[in-house]
C-alpha cells in the first residue's frame, strides 16, 4: 500500500486539483473518500487530520497537508521534477496569478457548503443557485480568457508549453462550469487549453467521473 494517502471527494475541484499534481508528478498514492454531501468530512476522526472539516487533506512523508495549493506547492518543493512552476520569477508570478484567480476568486464562493448556504439561509431555489454560480465565473473568467489571449506567455498551456499550476486549477473549474450550464463559447483560449490538457492521462485519468467514489 502507498505511504500517501489522498482524503477527498470525487467532485471537490479541490482534490481534483491535488490528484492531477500527485499524477503529473507520477506519484503513486492511495485515496479516502469523504462525501461532502452527506457531512462525512465533520466526521470526527476526519477533524482530527483536517480541523477545517475540508477536503482534500493529504497524508505524505509524515506529513498530513491540508489546502490544495499548499499541497501542490509541498510537492512541487519537495519533488521539483517535473516542475508545475516556470522557472523564472516573473513566470512564477503570472503562472500563480492565474491559479489563484481561479481558486481564490471563482472556488470559494461557488463551492458545495456556499451554494447550500444560499439554498438554507436565503431560500434560494436552483434557478438562483445557478444564476449566482454563473454570475460568478463570468466576472473571472473573462478576465483570464482576456490575459491568456494576449500574452505571450500563453503556449500549449496557461503558461507556456508544459502544464503546470495554472492548468491544474483551470480544468477543474471548466468541469464545474459543465454542471451549471455555462456557455464556454465566449472563451476559446479556455476551452483550447483545456482540450490539450484532457489529453494527457495525467489530467484525464484524475477526472471525477473516473474516481472510484463517483456516483
Known amino acids: 500500500m502507498s505511504q500517501t494517502l489522498l482524503h477527498g471527494y470525487f467532485r471537490s475541484s ?17 485515496q479516502a473518500f469523504r462525501h461532502l454531501r452527506k457531512g462525512e468530512q465533520r466526521a470526527p476522526d476526519f477533524l482530527k487530520l483536517a480541523p477545517q472539516g475540508l477536503v482534500p487533506a493529504l ?47 471563482i472556488h470559494p464562493i461557488n463551492n458545495l457548503r456556499v451554494l447550500q448556504d444560499l439554498e438554507k439561509r436565503f431560500g434560494a431555489d436552483a434557478i438562483a443557485v445557478k444564476g ?8 473571472t473568467f473573462g478576465a483570464i480568457e482576456t490575459s491568456l489571449a494576449s500574452s505571450k506567455g500563453t503556449g500549449v498551456f496557461c503558461h507556456g508549453d508544459t502544464p503546470g499550476i495554472a492548468d491544474i486549477c483551470l480544468v ?14 465566449p472563451y476559446p483560449t479556455i476551452g483550447r487549453i483545456y ?4 489529453e494527457l492521462p495525467a489530467f484525464a485519468d484524475a477526472m471525477p467521473t473516473k474516481q472510484p467514489d463517483a456516483e
Not at 132 to 139: A, D, L, R
Open 195 to 198: 482540450k490539450a490538457c484532457l
Open 14 to 30: 479541490a482534490a481534483f486539483r491535488v490528484r492531477i499534481a500527485l499524477n503529473l508528478k507520477k506519484l503513486s498514492y492511495d
Open 132 to 139: 449566482w454560480f454563473q454570475h460568478w465565473v463570468k466576472e
Open 59 to 105: 497524508e505524505i512523508d509524515g506529513n498530513t497537508l491540508t489546502q490544495s495549493l499548499a499541497i501542490i506547492e509541498y510537492l512541487e518543493e519537495t519533488r521539483p521534477e517535473p516542475a508545475l512552476l516556470p522557472k523564472d520569477a516573473a513566470g512564477r508570478a503570472r503562472a500563480r496569478a492565474l491559479a489563484y484567480a481561479l481558486a481564490m476568486e
Open 172 to 185: 477543474p473549474q471548466v468541469v464545474n462550469n459543465t454542471r451549471f450550464d455555462i456557455d464556454m463559447a
